[in-house]
């Protein structure tokens, strides 16, 4: 067994968004680049789902997509909102009711797996475990930048998971937790915001210099920085170029992954997320379950051209299928 | 996200309610990546002209339903779809006159998981 290649739909958000693809064009998108895994966040395809349960012939709908294209559904994504309620948080039992519930979604699709929300408490996690087990699915805790695997919270988690028991928690690592290099995409929609050229020269040597995001923002205050400028140095804080390795420790919970990309050249590489480096630490750590595109170059280009999400999953996937040739066979 | 894609293009419309009151809507997409329940949505704030419409003074109708801003927040039981052209209707005391207006509209979201209240707007120049 290999690592797979899936796709998450969030990736075509722009083209949905405007209706100028639906869930067909999706799901054959993905079957003709070779990526058999569909991931979906749920309130996202399924128009009504929470508020209004799933209907049976969207349902429907979905399981005779998957048959005539040959994909595998692999994870609905839930929110849990947890404030819906204004001024108050969700009762601990109405979160984890709430969560029953996707887990009778994920169900209904045919899903094997969950994306938790990284915020969520690892106890509602563990309270909704043996509904999980029940349903035969796996939660899986989203661990995303600006959180990692070292982190106190994410460590938290892990001994919840541990001193529970269950095999049905586990983590979903974003690979945008191992942001390399501050993405090109990102310094051109500051720079059209408004970021005097300097101040984003600087801001990117100083990603790539590793210096601490609270320095870089008051380096910039200091260099006249307003506005812009301050939320280019502010992205610092919410992204970080993470050891890669350290997925080592948890692979008997890392069930998928999340192949989080920000734009990927016409030479098949994403220059500011190290995809050879990763494929090499999942083959090390016998990963051999997904890696699903979550293509999210959209909101960084969409105010300068015309976003083509499709393009843009299909190179990183041709990326992926050569990187796991390579390495992970 | 979407910011420039929140007003729909050619959507100004001139609205009379059942009230008998006037005024002007627009149809208009959450910039979101997926939908969102009612009672998450904090505000709608639609400038015309450069006159901020006061909340009392604003609708949010979809799908044969209207609330108030106000009402919204404790609408638990619907929500607006991801992608989902939902009229935004600003009432004013005076008719809007026919031709070129510049609409804003600007929508604050409460969203469990993030350590902020985003608020994200277009503005667009629409003919009534």
Same mark, same amino acid.
């Given at each position: 067994?290999?690592?797979?290649?899936?796709?998450?739909?969030?990736?075509?958000?722009?083209e949905?968004?405007?209706?100028?693809m639906?869930?067909?064009?999706?799901?054959?998108?993905?079957?003709?680049?070779?990526?058999?895994?569909?991931?979906?966040?749920?309130?996202?395809?399924?128009?009504?789902?929470?508020?209004?349960?799933?209907?049976?012939?969207?349902?429907?709908?979905?399981?005779?997509?998957?048959e005539?294209?040959?994909?595998?559904?692999?994870?609905?994504?839930?929110?849990?909102?947890?404030?819906?309620?204004?001024?108050?948080?969700?009762?601990?039992?109405?979160?984890?009711?709430?969560?029953?519930?996707?887990?009778?979604?994920?169900?209904?699709?045919?899903?094997?797996? $969950?994306?938790?929300?990284?915020?969520?408490?690892?106890?509602?996690?563990?309270? #909704?475990?043996?509904?999980?087990?029940?349903?035969?699915v796996?939660?899986?805790?989203?661990?995303?930048?600006?959180?990692?695997?070292?982190?106190?919270?994410?460590?938290?988690?892990?001994?919840?998971?541990?001193? /529970?028991?269950?095999?049905?928690?586990?983590?979903?690592?974003?690979?945008?937790?191992?942001?390399?290099?501050?993405? %090109?995409?990102?310094?051109?929609?500051?720079?059209?915001?408004?970021?005097?050229?300097?101040i984003?020269?600087?801001?990117?040597?100083?990603?790539?210099?590793?210096?601490? !995001?609270?320095?870089?923002i008051?380096?910039?205050?200091?260099?006249?920085?307003?506005?812009?400028?301050?939320?280019?140095?502010?992205?610092?804080?919410?992204? #970080?170029?993470?050891?890669?390795?350290?997925?080592? #420790?948890?692979?008997?919970?890392?069930?998928?992954?999340?192949?989080?990309?920000?734009?990927?050249?016409?030479?098949?590489?994403?220059?500011?997320?190290?995809?050879?480096?990763?494929?090499?630490? $999942? !083959?090390?750590?016998?990963y051999?379950?997904?890696? /699903?595109?979550?293509?999210?170059?959209?909101?960084?280009?969409?105010? #300068?051209?015309?976003?083509?999400?499709?393009? %843009?999953? !299909?190179r990183?996937?041709?990326?992926?299928?050569?990187?796991? !040739?390579?390495?992970?066979? | 996200?979407?910011?420039?894609?929140?007003?729909?293009?050619?959507?100004?419309? +001139?609205?009379?309610?059942?009230?008998?009151?006037?005024? @002007?809507?627009?149809? +208009?997409?959450?910039?979101?990546?997926?939908?969102?329940?009612?009672?998450?949505?904090?505000?709608?704030?639609?400038?015309?002209?450069?006159?901020?419409?006061?909340?009392?003074?604003?609708?949010?109708?979809?799908?044969?339903?209207?609330?108030?801003?106000?009402?919204?927040?404790?609408?638990?039981?619907?929500?607006?779809?991801?992608?989902?052209?939902?009229?935004?209707?600003?009432?004013?005391?005076?008719?809007?006159?026919?031709?070129e207006?510049?609409?804003?509209?600007?929508?604050?979201?409460? @969203?469990?998981?993030?350590?902020?209240?985003?608020?994200?707007?277009? @503005?667009?120049?629409?003919?009534?």
């Amino acid at each position: 067994m290999s690592i797979k290649r899936g796709v998450s739909l969030y990736s075509f958000q722009h083209e949905t968004f405007l209706g100028k693809m639906n869930l067909e064009d999706c799901i054959r998108t993905c079957a003709e680049i070779g990526a058999f895994g569909i991931e979906v966040i749920g309130e996202q395809s399924f128009w009504g789902y929470p508020e209004q349960p799933a209907k049976t012939s969207d349902i429907e709908h979905w399981h005779a997509l998957m048959e005539k294209y040959g994909t595998t559904p692999v994870s609905h994504d839930f929110m849990l909102d947890y404030k819906r309620y204004k001024g108050r948080l969700m009762p601990f039992d109405e979160q984890v009711a709430s969560i029953r519930r996707d887990i009778d979604f994920a169900r209904q699709l045919g899903a094997p797996f $969950l994306r938790a929300l990284v915020s969520i408490d690892p106890e509602v996690l563990v309270a #909704a475990a043996p509904y999980a087990e029940e349903a035969g699915v796996k939660l899986l805790l989203e661990v995303h930048a600006p959180l990692h695997f070292d982190h106190p919270w994410i460590l938290r988690h892990a001994e919840a998971y541990d001193k /529970c028991g269950s095999d049905a928690l586990g983590f979903l690592p974003d690979m945008g937790m191992f942001l390399d290099k501050f993405p %090109q995409v990102w310094k051109a929609r500051f720079i059209r915001n408004g970021v005097p050229q300097k101040i984003a020269d600087y801001v990117e040597k100083a990603y790539e210099d590793r210096v601490l !995001s609270e320095y870089v923002i008051q380096n910039v205050r200091e260099m006249g920085g307003t506005g812009p400028a301050i939320a280019m140095a502010e992205s610092l804080r919410h992204n #970080a170029a993470y050891e890669p390795k350290r997925m080592l #420790a948890h692979m008997n919970r890392i069930h998928n992954i999340h192949g989080k990309f920000y734009e990927m050249t016409d030479d098949l590489v994403e220059p500011s997320i190290p995809y050879e480096d990763i494929i090499k630490v $999942l !083959s090390e750590g016998g990963y051999n379950g997904y890696i /699903c595109s979550e293509y999210e170059g959209n909101r960084w280009v969409e105010d #300068a051209q015309e976003v083509d999400s499709v393009t %843009q999953v !299909s190179r990183q996937q041709k990326m992926l299928d050569t990187l796991i !040739s390579q390495y992970a066979k | 996200m979407f910011d420039n894609k929140i007003i729909v293009e050619d959507s100004l419309a +001139a609205e009379q309610l059942a009230d008998g009151r006037t005024g @002007v809507s627009v149809l +208009a997409r959450l910039p979101y990546y997926r939908g969102l329940g009612l009672s998450m949505v904090e505000n709608i704030q639609v400038v015309i002209d450069g006159k901020d419409i006061d909340r009392e003074n604003v609708r949010f109708a979809v799908r044969g339903n209207m609330w108030t801003l106000d009402e919204m927040e404790t609408e638990y039981g619907d929500r607006w779809n991801f992608g989902e052209k939902a009229k935004v209707i600003a009432l004013t005391d005076s008719p809007v006159t026919k031709g070129e207006h510049e609409v804003s509209v600007a929508i604050t979201m409460r @969203v469990s998981y993030l350590p902020f209240v985003p608020t994200s707007g277009d @503005v667009k120049t629409l003919v009534l």
